[in-house]
Protein backbone atom coordinates (compact mmCIF):
# COMPACT_ATOMS: atom_id res chain seq x y z
CA UNK A 1 0.00 0.00 0.00
CA UNK A 2 3.25 2.75 1.00
CA UNK A 3 4.49 1.65 -2.32
CA UNK A 4 1.61 2.24 -4.08
CA UNK A 5 0.31 5.51 -2.76
CA UNK A 6 4.08 6.79 -3.12
CA UNK A 7 4.49 6.23 -6.58
CA UNK A 8 0.65 7.84 -7.13
CA UNK A 9 2.08 10.83 -5.05
CA UNK A 10 5.14 10.81 -6.95
CA UNK A 11 3.57 10.94 -10.56
CA UNK A 12 2.95 13.95 -12.88
CA UNK A 13 -0.18 12.51 -14.00
CA UNK A 14 -1.64 12.78 -10.34
CA UNK A 15 -0.05 15.94 -9.46
CA UNK A 16 -0.90 18.02 -12.54
CA UNK A 17 -4.31 16.58 -11.81
CA UNK A 18 -4.60 18.10 -8.31
CA UNK A 19 -3.46 21.59 -9.64
CA UNK A 20 -6.06 20.87 -12.59
CA UNK A 21 -8.67 20.03 -9.63
CA UNK A 22 -7.54 23.86 -7.79
CA UNK A 23 -7.95 25.70 -11.14
CA UNK A 24 -11.51 24.32 -11.62
CA UNK A 25 -12.01 25.17 -7.64
CA UNK A 26 -11.02 28.97 -8.49
CA UNK A 27 -13.43 28.79 -11.25
CA UNK A 28 -15.85 27.80 -9.54
CA UNK A 29 -15.80 30.33 -6.63
CA UNK A 30 -15.39 32.88 -9.58
CA UNK A 31 -18.70 32.02 -10.36
CA UNK A 32 -20.29 31.49 -7.21
CA UNK A 33 -20.09 35.07 -6.59
CA UNK A 34 -22.90 35.46 -9.41
CA UNK A 35 -26.40 35.78 -7.63
CA UNK A 36 -27.96 34.58 -10.79
CA UNK A 37 -25.77 31.89 -11.28
CA UNK A 38 -26.04 30.82 -7.49
CA UNK A 39 -30.10 30.65 -7.81
CA UNK A 40 -30.33 28.59 -11.10
CA UNK A 41 -27.54 26.51 -9.93
CA UNK A 42 -26.58 26.18 -6.18
CA UNK A 43 -27.32 22.69 -5.93
CA UNK A 44 -24.74 22.00 -8.73
CA UNK A 45 -22.36 24.51 -6.73
CA UNK A 46 -22.98 22.48 -3.57
CA UNK A 47 -22.23 19.10 -5.07
CA UNK A 48 -19.31 20.10 -6.88
CA UNK A 49 -17.31 21.66 -3.84
CA UNK A 50 -18.19 18.14 -2.00
CA UNK A 51 -16.68 16.49 -4.85
CA UNK A 52 -13.60 18.84 -4.77
CA UNK A 53 -13.47 18.16 -0.90
CA UNK A 54 -13.34 14.46 -1.18
CA UNK A 55 -11.02 14.55 -3.83
CA UNK A 56 -8.82 16.69 -1.73
CA UNK A 57 -9.03 14.55 1.29
CA UNK A 58 -8.11 11.72 -0.97
CA UNK A 59 -5.31 13.41 -1.98
CA UNK A 60 -4.37 14.10 1.68
CA UNK A 61 -4.51 10.61 2.60
CA UNK A 62 -2.62 9.32 -0.46
CA UNK A 63 0.42 11.61 0.66
CA UNK A 64 0.38 10.81 4.45
CA UNK A 65 0.51 7.03 3.23
CA UNK A 66 2.99 7.57 0.79
CA UNK A 67 5.69 8.41 3.73
CA UNK A 68 4.96 5.16 5.30
CA UNK A 69 6.06 3.71 7.39
CA UNK A 70 7.36 6.78 8.95
CA UNK A 71 3.87 8.45 8.42
CA UNK A 72 4.83 11.60 10.78
CA UNK A 73 7.91 12.69 8.44
CA UNK A 74 4.55 14.19 6.20
CA UNK A 75 4.45 16.77 8.69
CA UNK A 76 7.92 17.56 8.87
CA UNK A 77 7.49 19.41 5.12
CA UNK A 78 6.01 22.69 5.88
CA UNK A 79 4.28 23.24 2.61
CA UNK A 80 2.66 19.54 3.42
CA UNK A 81 1.26 21.12 7.13
CA UNK A 82 0.32 24.32 5.07
CA UNK A 83 -1.91 21.57 3.00
CA UNK A 84 -3.51 19.09 5.56
CA UNK A 85 -4.79 22.32 7.51
CA UNK A 86 -5.89 24.17 4.28
CA UNK A 87 -8.12 21.28 3.97
CA UNK A 88 -8.96 20.47 7.44
CA UNK A 89 -10.19 23.47 8.58
CA UNK A 90 -12.54 23.35 5.00
CA UNK A 91 -14.09 20.03 6.80
CA UNK A 92 -15.96 22.19 9.02
CA UNK A 93 -19.58 23.41 9.05
CA UNK A 94 -20.04 26.15 6.75
CA UNK A 95 -22.69 27.32 9.25
CA UNK A 96 -22.67 28.36 12.91
CA UNK A 97 -19.31 29.20 14.84
CA UNK A 98 -16.96 27.91 12.36
CA UNK A 99 -18.74 29.49 8.72
CA UNK A 100 -15.84 32.19 8.76
CA UNK A 101 -12.85 29.70 9.12
CA UNK A 102 -15.05 27.33 6.86
CA UNK A 103 -15.58 30.34 4.06
CA UNK A 104 -11.70 31.39 4.44
CA UNK A 105 -10.44 27.94 4.10
CA UNK A 106 -12.08 27.17 1.07
CA UNK A 107 -10.90 30.16 -0.33
CA UNK A 108 -7.43 29.10 1.03
CA UNK A 109 -7.86 26.23 -1.57
CA UNK A 110 -7.36 28.37 -4.20
CA UNK A 111 -4.00 29.14 -3.04
CA UNK A 112 -2.49 25.20 -2.59
CA UNK A 113 -1.65 26.53 -6.52
CA UNK A 114 1.66 27.31 -4.81
CA UNK A 115 2.43 24.21 -3.21
CA UNK A 116 1.30 22.12 -6.10
CA UNK A 117 3.92 24.07 -8.55
CA UNK A 118 7.76 23.61 -7.74
CA UNK A 119 8.28 27.06 -9.42
CA UNK A 120 5.75 28.94 -7.27
CA UNK A 121 7.25 27.29 -4.28
CA UNK A 122 10.65 28.75 -5.21
CA UNK A 123 9.11 32.63 -5.55
CA UNK A 124 7.63 32.20 -2.36
CA UNK A 125 10.87 31.13 -0.77
CA UNK A 126 12.78 34.05 -2.61
CA UNK A 127 10.87 36.56 -1.17
CA UNK A 128 11.00 35.03 2.48
CA UNK A 129 14.61 35.08 1.66
CA UNK A 130 14.40 38.65 0.78
CA UNK A 131 12.39 40.03 3.77
CA UNK A 132 15.96 40.47 5.83
CA UNK A 133 17.63 42.73 3.33
CA UNK A 134 13.84 44.29 1.93
CA UNK A 135 13.94 46.13 5.18
CA UNK A 136 17.28 47.58 5.08
CA UNK A 137 15.83 49.11 1.80
CA UNK A 138 12.54 50.01 3.15
CA UNK A 139 14.54 51.68 5.98
CA UNK A 140 16.22 53.84 3.66
CA UNK A 141 13.43 54.58 1.69
CA UNK A 142 11.18 55.51 5.12
CA UNK A 143 14.51 57.86 5.81
CA UNK A 144 14.39 59.30 2.01
CA UNK A 145 10.85 59.86 2.28
CA UNK A 146 10.50 61.86 6.06
CA UNK A 147 13.75 63.95 4.97
CA UNK A 148 11.94 65.24 1.71
CA UNK A 149 8.40 65.23 3.65
CA UNK A 150 10.06 67.69 5.79
CA UNK A 151 12.01 70.05 3.31
CA UNK A 152 8.89 69.74 0.84
CA UNK A 153 6.68 71.01 3.84
CA UNK A 154 8.99 74.00 5.18
CA UNK A 155 9.24 75.05 0.74
CA UNK A 156 6.31 74.96 -0.10
CA UNK A 157 4.05 74.50 2.59
CA UNK A 158 2.54 78.35 2.01
CA UNK A 159 2.15 78.09 -2.08
CA UNK A 160 0.54 74.38 -2.59
CA UNK A 161 -0.83 73.71 1.20
CA UNK A 162 -3.42 71.29 -0.78
CA UNK A 163 0.21 69.15 -1.49
CA UNK A 164 2.50 70.23 1.67
CA UNK A 165 0.38 72.03 4.08
CA UNK A 166 1.49 69.19 6.86
CA UNK A 167 3.83 66.52 6.82
CA UNK A 168 1.67 63.69 6.94
CA UNK A 169 0.24 65.41 3.22
CA UNK A 170 3.58 66.05 2.13
CA UNK A 171 4.87 62.07 2.76
CA UNK A 172 1.54 61.06 1.12
CA UNK A 173 2.48 63.46 -1.72
CA UNK A 174 5.83 62.44 -2.15
CA UNK A 175 4.73 58.24 -2.18
CA UNK A 176 2.24 59.45 -5.03
CA UNK A 177 5.76 60.56 -6.59
CA UNK A 178 7.02 57.53 -6.10
CA UNK A 179 4.45 55.82 -8.20
CA UNK A 180 5.42 58.65 -11.08
CA UNK A 181 1.78 59.51 -11.17
CA UNK A 182 1.02 63.42 -11.54
CA UNK A 183 4.27 64.62 -10.44
CA UNK A 184 4.46 66.76 -12.96
CA UNK A 185 1.36 68.73 -11.83
CA UNK A 186 2.60 68.63 -8.09
CA UNK A 187 5.93 70.38 -9.35
CA UNK A 188 3.79 72.81 -11.64
CA UNK A 189 1.71 74.13 -8.96
CA UNK A 190 5.22 75.31 -6.33
CA UNK A 191 7.68 76.18 -9.64
CA UNK A 192 6.30 79.52 -9.66
CA UNK A 193 6.90 80.98 -6.35
CA UNK A 194 10.20 78.51 -6.60
CA UNK A 195 12.05 78.52 -9.74
CA UNK A 196 14.43 75.99 -8.11
CA UNK A 197 11.86 73.34 -7.36
CA UNK A 198 12.67 71.20 -10.32
CA UNK A 199 15.86 70.38 -8.08
CA UNK A 200 13.61 69.13 -5.36
CA UNK A 201 11.49 67.32 -7.87
CA UNK A 202 14.24 66.14 -10.04
CA UNK A 203 16.55 64.84 -7.27
CA UNK A 204 14.02 62.87 -5.42
CA UNK A 205 12.75 61.29 -8.33
CA UNK A 206 15.87 59.90 -9.63
CA UNK A 207 17.36 59.09 -5.70
CA UNK A 208 13.70 57.11 -4.88
CA UNK A 209 12.61 56.25 -7.88
CA UNK A 210 15.37 54.83 -10.01
CA UNK A 211 17.82 53.99 -7.50
CA UNK A 212 16.22 53.15 -4.19
CA UNK A 213 13.14 51.57 -6.07
CA UNK A 214 15.55 49.41 -8.75
CA UNK A 215 16.58 48.52 -5.07
CA UNK A 216 13.98 46.00 -4.29
CA UNK A 217 13.88 44.73 -7.73
CA UNK A 218 17.94 44.20 -7.48
CA UNK A 219 17.34 42.33 -3.86
CA UNK A 220 14.49 40.19 -4.94
CA UNK A 221 16.77 39.00 -8.36
CA UNK A 222 20.04 38.06 -6.53
CA UNK A 223 18.06 36.07 -3.95
CA UNK A 224 15.81 34.08 -7.01
CA UNK A 225 19.38 33.38 -8.05
CA UNK A 226 20.67 32.45 -5.21
CA UNK A 227 17.35 29.87 -4.30
CA UNK A 228 17.77 28.68 -7.71
CA UNK A 229 21.16 27.90 -7.15
CA UNK A 230 20.56 25.84 -3.84
CA UNK A 231 17.47 24.38 -5.32
CA UNK A 232 19.57 22.72 -8.53
CA UNK A 233 21.82 21.70 -6.03
CA UNK A 234 19.82 19.81 -3.58
CA UNK A 235 17.64 18.31 -7.06
CA UNK A 236 21.26 17.22 -8.38
CA UNK A 237 22.34 15.67 -4.59
CA UNK A 238 19.15 14.09 -4.03
CA UNK A 239 18.77 12.31 -7.76
CA UNK A 240 21.20 9.34 -6.68
CA UNK A 241 19.33 8.61 -3.58
CA UNK A 242 16.30 8.70 -5.25
CA UNK A 243 17.55 6.28 -8.42
CA UNK A 244 18.90 3.91 -5.08
CA UNK A 245 15.39 4.37 -3.45
CA UNK A 246 13.43 3.57 -6.98
CA UNK A 247 15.88 0.52 -7.04
CA UNK A 248 14.81 -1.02 -3.71
CA UNK A 249 11.22 0.02 -4.03
CA UNK A 250 11.22 -2.44 -7.05
CA UNK A 251 13.24 -5.06 -5.49
CA UNK A 252 10.72 -4.78 -2.38
CA UNK A 253 8.01 -5.31 -4.82
CA UNK A 254 9.52 -8.15 -7.02
CA UNK A 255 9.81 -10.03 -3.70
CA UNK A 256 6.55 -9.23 -2.58
CA UNK A 257 5.20 -10.65 -5.75
CA UNK A 258 7.50 -14.20 -5.79
CA UNK A 259 6.03 -14.26 -2.02
CA UNK A 260 2.71 -13.91 -3.25
CA UNK A 261 3.22 -17.09 -6.03
CA UNK A 262 4.94 -18.81 -2.98
CA UNK A 263 1.81 -18.60 -1.07
CA UNK A 264 -0.29 -19.18 -4.23
CA UNK A 265 1.75 -22.27 -4.86
Not at 128 to 146: E, K, Q
Amino acid sequence: MTGLCRRIAESRLFQNAILGVIVFTAVVMGLETSARLMSAFGDLFHTINVAIQVIFVVEIVIRILACGPRYHRFFANGWNVFDFLIVSASLLPQTGAFANIARIARLLRVVRVVSVSEELRLIVATMLRSIPSLGHVTLLLSLLLYVYGVLGYHSFHNDDPEHWGTLARSLMTLFQILTLEGWVEVMRATEGEHPWAWAFYGSYVVIAVFVVVNLFIAVVLNNLETAKAEYEKERDAAGPHAEALQRLQNIRAELDRLEQEIRSG
